[in-house]
């Protein structure tokens, strides 16, 4: 029987990590558990992401996945460590993925990230970036209308350009930086907004490529790959609207979803301390 990989997410930005992780590893099945009613995440404390992650980990824990994927930095930023001393299968965030990635792709180590008020106020990003090198200059803006407006299905179009715009007003005014950090996975949807609002000379970072080949290479290591030839039927699940999912999901997959079920988190019994 195929041993899936699960991706868990706040809603729906851990799509686009599942994008990247079809891309690449083709015969691997997913199972994504967006935590859409709840989110998003940023705003929220520390110990109730932690509540939050840990119900979605268990309930994917039940699906005997192989590997988990922590799709969501403020996730990743106040869970990783602690999932990963916790549990016997990997775990991967994205927060290391998505430094590496900008590290490679900046000329003059000065770079930008912007992200959820959760993961920008926990320093998870300037902490691994400078952990590379203590030369490397971070500015940190929080955007929490992105969020919202992409769960909503507004990704396109005047209103979703004019949030762009009066959000990233901030972060125009610094001249040397060469590279921008999406520090959240939902924000890759709106990528070509924030592209043409910074402007061609910006580097624009997202996690998810460089978090599928991590995945790769972890799967190759504890030989666990997939050799099977049929085609994968991957699951999603949702504690939120289900037709916004799919509309969201459809549109980013550009086919339909074939799986797609409404679950409660509630009742579930979290572990975190």
């Not at 005997?64 to 016997?88: G, H």
């Not at 030989?223 to 999901?249: C, D, M, Y």
Request: charged fraction near 20%; proline fraction near 5%.
């Amino acid at each position: 029987m195929q041993q899936p990989i699960g991706v868990i997410d706040s809603g729906v930005g851990g799509l686009t990590v599942s994008r990247e992780l079809m891309r690449q590893l083709p015969k691997e099945k997913l199972i994504y558990l967006g935590d859409t009613e709840r989110c998003p995440y940023g705003p929220r404390s520390k110990e109730q992401v932690k509540r939050y992650t840990w119900q979605m980990v268990h309930y994917l824990l039940g699906k005997n996945i192989k590997l988990l994927i922590v799709a969501c930095n403020t996730a990743t930023a106040y869970t990783l460590s602690e999932l990963q001393s916790a549990l016997l299968i990997p775990v991967i965030g994205v927060i290391e993925p998505g430094a590496r990635a900008a590290i490679k792709n900046s000329q003059n180590k000065q770079i930008g990230v912007i992200g959820t008020e959760g993961t920008i106020n926990s320093k998870a990003y300037p902490n691994t970036l400078k952990g590379v090198d203590h030369k490397i200059q971070v500015d940190g803006l929080a955007c929490p209308r992105f969020v919202p407006m992409i769960e909503d299905g507004v990704f396109k179009g005047e209103e979703a350009e004019a949030v762009v715009a009066q959000t990233l007003q901030p972060l125009k005014n610094k001249s040397n930086m060469d590279t921008l950090i999406l520090g959240c996975t939902h924000y890759p949807i709106i990528k070509d907004l924030v592209q043409a609002e910074m402007g061609p000379h910006i580097q624009v970072i997202s996690s998810g490529e460089e978090t599928a080949r991590e995945a790769s290479l972890i799967l190759a290591y504890h030989k666990s790959l997939e050799q099977g030839n049929i085609a994968p039927v991957h699951e999603f699940f949702t504690t939120g609207n289900i037709e916004k999912f799919r509309h969201i999901a459809n549109q980013w997959f550009e086919e339909p979803i074939q799986v797609l079920e409404w679950v409660s988190l509630d009742p579930m019994k979290s572990s975190a301390k």
